[in-house]
């Protein structure tokens, strides 16, 4: 056999191998073909103007090697709460750092809502500012965080019945009728105390802005309070009420502020007791 019929006789047979597959192979499939789409420049323009918001985003490409049109490919565009992603991140590492040490993020959680409190008590009060107001809500916001936040962990363990309504009805009552009394003193009393004032003026202030910030509790804490306990993690309350907090601790300012500037004339208290009589005699006739 001469060389030139051994090379054409292995080259049929190497033919022969690639057009017949071995036994237990598949014959490779080809891909569907990818249509896309061309557009002129023009075409292109007129996208981009009539591209809303509410439509996909489009990404405009140049084909390599040609003059005049371009590709536009259609892409989704994010919908809104996919663009709060930075903001469910920041919730996650809180709550990790939540668990991991909760005694001093609810340390700087409390510094942070009274602060915020008593500068916008203060913005709203239009006056000069006072620095030393603002270090003794720190203080007090300081001391009360780590009982508050143990107090909201004693609260979700406790007094849980089978009747979830049930449940929810009692630690309200229980939050808004103990301990709100019990914080209100507290918060003004100390006010007082760091203020300089004498024990009679302390009990005075107590007296005078307590029954008011009470009856104004029931208005507030309510619906928050049944809303943390139905819903909000138990490591998660304490944080959750610092949020509206801040109002409240505001209000509390504001209040104890308005207290501060009558005390020289009397109370709250008494001024109303003045005002009351004075209008009974009105009535009566009485000089």
């Given at each position: 056999?001469?060389a030139?019929?051994?090379?054409?006789?292995?080259?049929?047979?190497a033919r022969?191998?690639v057009?017949?597959?071995?036994r237990g192979?598949?014959?490779p499939?080809?891909?569907?073909?990818?249509?896309?789409?061309?557009?002129t420049k023009?075409?292109?323009?007129?996208?981009?103007?009539?591209?809303?918001?509410?439509?996909?985003?489009?990404?405009v490409t140049?084909v390599?090697?040609a003059?005049?049109p371009?590709?536009?490919?259609?892409?989704?565009?994010?919908l809104?709460?996919?663009?709060?992603g930075?903001?469910?991140?920041?919730f996650?590492?809180?709550?990790r750092?939540?668990?991991?040490?909760p005694?001093t993020?609810?340390?700087?959680?409390?510094?942070?809502?009274?602060?915020c409190?008593?500068?916008?008590a203060q913005e709203i009060?239009?006056?000069?500012?006072?620095?030393?107001r603002t270090?003794r809500?720190?203080l007090?916001?300081?001391?009360a965080?780590?009982?508050?936040y143990?107090?909201?962990m004693?609260?979700?363990?406790?007094?849980?019945?089978?009747?979830?309504?049930?449940?929810?009805?009692?630690?309200?009552?229980?939050?808004?009728?103990?301990?709100?009394?019990?914080f209100?003193t507290?918060?003004?009393?100390?006010?007082?105390i760091?203020?300089g004032?004498?024990?009679s003026?302390?009990i005075?202030?107590v007296?005078?802005?307590?029954?008011?910030s009470?009856?104004?509790?029931?208005?507030f804490?309510?619906a928050?309070t049944?809303?943390?306990?139905?819903?909000?993690?138990?490591h998660?309350?304490f944080?959750?009420?610092?949020?509206?907090?801040?109002?409240?601790?505001?209000?509390?300012?504001?209040?104890?502020?308005?207290?501060e500037?009558?005390?020289?004339?009397g109370?709250?208290?008494e001024?109303a007791?003045?005002r009351?009589?004075?209008?009974?005699?009105i009535?009566?006739g009485?000089?």
């Open positions: 056999m001469s030139l019929q051994y090379a054409q006789q292995t080259t049929g047979l022969m191998a057009r017949l597959p071995s192979m598949r014959r499939t080809l891909s569907r073909p990818f249509h896309r789409n061309v557009m023009e075409q292109i323009k007129t996208a981009e103007l009539q591209k809303t918001p509410h439509t996909p985003n489009q990404i140049e390599p090697h003059k005049e371009s590709l536009v490919y259609d892409v989704p565009s994010p809104w709460y996919h663009r709060l930075p903001v469910k991140d920041f996650g590492w809180f709550s750092m939540q668990r991991r040490r005694l993020v609810t340390l700087a959680t409390s510094l942070t809502t009274y602060l409190g008593d500068i916008l009060g239009r006056e000069p500012y006072d620095g030393k270090l809500m720190l007090i916001g300081a001391l965080s780590i009982p508050g143990k107090w909201f004693f609260l979700g363990s406790h007094f849980n019945y089978g009747s979830t309504l049930t449940t929810i009805t009692v630690k309200v009552l229980i939050q808004q009728f103990f301990f709100a009394p019990i209100n507290y918060f003004f009393g100390m006010q007082a760091l203020a004032s004498s024990p003026a302390v005075d202030r007296k005078g802005a307590v029954p008011e009470v009856i104004s509790s029931a208005k804490w309510p928050v049944a809303l943390n306990f139905t819903v909000i993690p138990a998660m309350r944080a959750f009420s610092a949020v509206f907090a801040v109002v409240w601790q505001s209000y509390l300012s504001f209040l104890n502020r308005k207290e500037r009558i005390e020289p004339m109370t709250m208290a001024e007791k003045v009351v009589d004075e209008y009974v005699d009535v009566t009485d000089d």
